[in-house]
Each structure stands twice: as C-alpha cells, then as structure tokens.
Nanobody, 111 residues
Framework: VQLVESGGGSVQAGGSLRLACTSS????????MAWFRQAPGGECELAST???????YYADSVKGRFIISRDNAKNTLYLQTDSLKTEDTAVYYC???????WGQGTQVTVS
C-alpha cells in the first residue's frame, strides 16, 4: 500500500490549499480514510475522516473550514482547507482508517 500526499505549501492567513492523497495497492473504495496533522513540537492530531459510506468527521479545530472528500474512481482522498490560520501550520498525513498505512506527509505553513 502506498499513500502519496500533495498540495501543501505556504500561504497567508485566510488563504486556502487543497491537499490530495493518491493511493495504490489498496481497495480504496472499501477503505475508511483520514487526515492527521502534526504541528511543530506538537502531538499528532486527527483532523478529519471519511468512511467508505461517505460519513464524515471533523475535529472542532477545523470544522466549518475544512472539507474532506474522496474520488473512488481516482483512488484519491482530498482535504480542502479554507480560512487557514497560523495554528493550522503542520505536516498533514493521509492515513488508512485502520491506522496501518501512512503517507509521507505534506507541509502546510500559514503565516
């Protein structure tokens, strides 16, 4: 199983980024998926999840600003991040729902 994130970068507060995670070796449409994030010096935090039925979860810290989605035809998971704040600065990881597989992460820096 391979998960490859993309779409991170540096933005000003209030800006947006769309993160993507392309998977391979996984029955993607049957898989629950998640986005975790880890701020500098901080613990890893669950940001959002989407299960195979499309049910969604958002941490309070991102609710109303982030949108998780998936395109099963493309084996790709997305995280639309809007109204970014400096406290959103972190490495964002794509993770399978069972926690067994993690991507390499993509850096989001908000200044």
């Amino acid at each position: 199983v391979q998960l490859v994130e993309s779409g991170g970068g540096s933005v000003q507060a209030g800006g947006s980024l769309r993160l993507a995670c392309t998977s391979s070796g996984l029955t993607f449409d049957d898989s629950d998926m998640a986005w975790f994030r880890q701020a500098p010096g901080g613990e890893c935090e669950l940001a959002s999840t989407i299960n195979s039925d499309g049910d969604l979860y958002y941490a309070d810290s991102v609710k109303g600003r982030f949108i998780i989605s998936r395109d099963n035809a493309k084996n790709t998971l997305y995280l639309q991040t809007d109204s970014l704040k400096t406290e959103d600065t972190a490495v964002y990881y794509c993770v399978t729902g069972d926690g067994n597989y993690w991507g390499q992460g993509t850096q989001v820096t908000v200044s």
